[in-house]
């Protein structure tokens, strides 16, 4: 019970708080969410390199931080900034020379795992760095909307597929080995979450996804659907990722700052695996 009003409390807060950001405070291309989530993604690469100890790949905690930002914080320099756009390419690139050049300021006790810590640097990096680096990348679209029904989307699959689960989902889970606890109901509640928010704002308000002004409605919903549901597919899968992650690492949760979800990392990784997927998809069909 206590987990259930915790979740329901960040739930409570979290979706206004999106809100605001997103559509109400959209200065300098969405500076603040922006912001938030370089924060974020510096605070799960901390988290992710806390769970890489266990297996003997050890990064600092200043190195995990900058790890995380670069993708996101170039990204946000050039977006929100205007900064040159080769500003991208030259901090990731710095981040994978630093990955692979650390090793050579090993002290020699320390040469034997210096594969480890190239291995470790290339991973934080990439998750949740680059991942988190298309949530940023949907500014250029400059449809706050867009973003906005991306987040519920990602929301409305992690809130509504838990909420099966504990409802019908006691006799159907342990189909996955890495989340003895997800069930098929929560997938499907989870899946339906993904298509009823975006069919739902496009019926409230067409210009979330803005097609032609002689396209029928039919085709809209019919986009909203594939959109909806692939996206959902990949915030579940990005779920079930972390969550193999942490049972190789032997963590329940990737760390406590968060009420009843645990940690960042575990709230922003079907996010960070589902805005890729929602930005090709945009991109091709609007």
Excluded: Q
């Excluded at 069930?183 to 210009?207: E, M, N, R």
């Excluded at 990005?238 to 009420?259: P, Q, V």
């Amino acid at each position: 019970m206590k987990k259930i009003i915790e979740r329901l409390l960040m739930f409570i807060i979290a979706v206004p708080a999106v809100i605001a950001l997103v559509i109400f405070i959209p200065y300098h291309h969405n500076l603040a969410m922006n912001i938030v989530a370089i924060f974020l993604s510096g605070i799960g690469a901390l988290e992710l390199s806390s769970m890489l100890k266990k297996k003997n790949i050890f990064i600092t905690k200043v190195e995990s931080f900058i790890y995380g930002i670069l993708a996101p914080l170039s990204l946000t320099l050039h977006i929100s900034f205007n900064l040159p756009e080769w500003i991208v390419p030259t901090f990731v690139m710095a981040g994978v020379g630093w990955a692979l050049l650390s090793g050579v300021f090993s002290r020699s006790a320390e040469i034997e795992n210096a594969v480890n810590k190239v291995i470790g640097g290339f991973s934080l990096l990439v998750y949740p760095g680059f991942f988190m680096y298309w949530l940023i990348k949907m500014n250029v679209w400059e449809n706050n909307y867009a973003i906005l029904i991306f987040l519920l989307i990602t929301f409305a699959t992690d809130s509504l597929g838990w909420f099966f689960g504990s409802l019908f989902g006691e006799k159907n889970r342990g189909i996955i080995a890495v989340s003895p606890n997800k069930s098929i109901a929560g997938f499907i509640g989870g899946i339906l979450g993904s298509v009823i928010v975006p069919v739902c704002a496009v019926l409230i308000y067409s210009g979330v996804f803005p097609l032609s002004e002689e396209a029928p409605l039919s085709n809209l919903i019919l986009i909203s659907l594939i959109i909806g549901f692939c996206t959902g597919i990949a915030a579940a899968l990005g779920d079930l990722a972390e969550s193999a992650i942490k049972r190789s690492c032997d963590f329940k949760d990737s760390g406590n700052l968060m009420l009843g979800r645990g940690g960042i990392l575990d709230s922003i990784d079907s996010i960070v695996v589902a805005a890729p997927v929602f930005y090709f998809l945009y991109c091709l069909f609007i």
